[in-house]
């Protein structure tokens, strides 16, 4: 139990219900043994019983904390985080300021006042604070990647697209983020923004042929490049190419699943699930639809 949750830890799991059972049977029946790994454990189970509204496991493991650990600014942050989980806003927010009064680089209490914003649904002024905190620290890419999100859910196409941008240029390997910036511009449009958009989609399939999202963003942005007039005959000949390549490895991805003696409906279930919002009502998706419930039939 010790090595699952070390792993999990070093893996970034946000498996927070698995986090608490393993967590919580192992402080109560082999705290003994655990050393000071105790500590780090206290914490995570700490913020995985938030995630899961055990406010009593998470105040539990606070006291323990505080005892150990009594003037500690990552304890006083994880009791601000508390308070959040509680909505208690005004109170963690005071937790924060009283941890920058002290120790006004501690860019984990500035992340923690930004996301209060943002859960208080107060966009502007988070973009505002991101901004200014990346003014400072302009190599945290997790900052980057939240203000690309909340320029997306603003519909701010452009400065969201930049954001990207900055993230690519110090992670030009991450097919997560070509994937995201190709999807950017295809919702802004125009026939620049969906070539941008088709290439980017390439270049996240050549760094992982497995990302489906990739391949499907492929097919529509070149299948509307091909259907605008004002193209060339070339370059629609070029994207029917693209999209005609592009829906033949989706369909062999699906039908491998179909074939498969012990099929998982649930395969298809969640790519299905995990489509982009602009594939929906397309030929492509009705496709899908249909393989999953071949699945559903062949499995009952």
């Known amino acids: 139990m010790r090595d699952k949750l070390r792993k999990w830890r070093e893996e970034n799991y946000r498996n927070s219900e698995q986090i608490v059972e393993v967590g919580e049977e192992l402080i109560h029946e082999h ?3 655990l050393g000071d790994d105790i500590w780090i454990i206290y914490e995570q189970v700490m ?6 509204s055990r406010d009593d496991l998470a105040l539990s493991c606070l006291h323990e904390l505080r005892k150990q650990f009594p003037g500690s600014h990552r304890v006083k942050r994880l009791a601000g985080m508390r308070l959040e989980a509680l909505e208690r806003y005004d109170e963690a927010c005071k937790v924060y ?3 920058l009064q002290d120790d006004p680089t501690n860019t984990a209490a500035r992340k923690r006042k930004i996301a209060i914003l943002k859960a208080q649904g107060r966009s502007t002024e988070a973009i505002r604070e991101l901004n200014e905190y990346l003014e400072q620290f302009v190599g945290d890419q997790e900052a980057w990647h939240e203000l690309a999100e909340l320029y997306i859910n603003e519909h701010d196409y452009a400065k969201a697209a930049f954001c990207l941008e900055e993230l690519m240029m110090t992670n030009p390997h991450n097919h997560l983020y070509c994937e995201q910036y190709a999807e ?3 919702t802004q449009g125009g026939i ?3 070539e941008l958009s088709r290439k980017y989609f390439a270049q996240a399939l050549k760094l992982n042929n497995r990302n489906m999202r990739a391949l499907f963003g492929l097919y529509m942005s070149a299948s509307h490049i091909a259907a605008n007039p004002k193209v060339s005959a070339k370059v629609k000949k070029d994207n ?3 999209a005609a390549w592009a829906a033949s490895q989706i369909n062999r ?3 491998v699943s179909i074939e498969d003696p012990n099929p998982s409906p649930c395969f298809l279930a969640n790519l299905s699930a995990s489509l982009p919002g602009y594939l929906c ?3 492509v998706l009705r496709r899908l639809l249909h393989l999953q419930s071949i699945a559903v039939a062949r499995s009952s």
């Open 31 to 33: 705290m003994s043994k």
């Open 47 to 52: 913020i995985a019983a938030l995630d899961c």
């Open 97 to 99: 300021d009283t941890i």
């Open 184 to 186: 950017v511009k295809y």
């Open 192 to 194: 620049e923004n969906l």
């Open 240 to 242: 029917v190419k693209y």
């Open 253 to 255: 991805a699906y039908q």
């Open 281 to 283: 009502g397309w030929p």
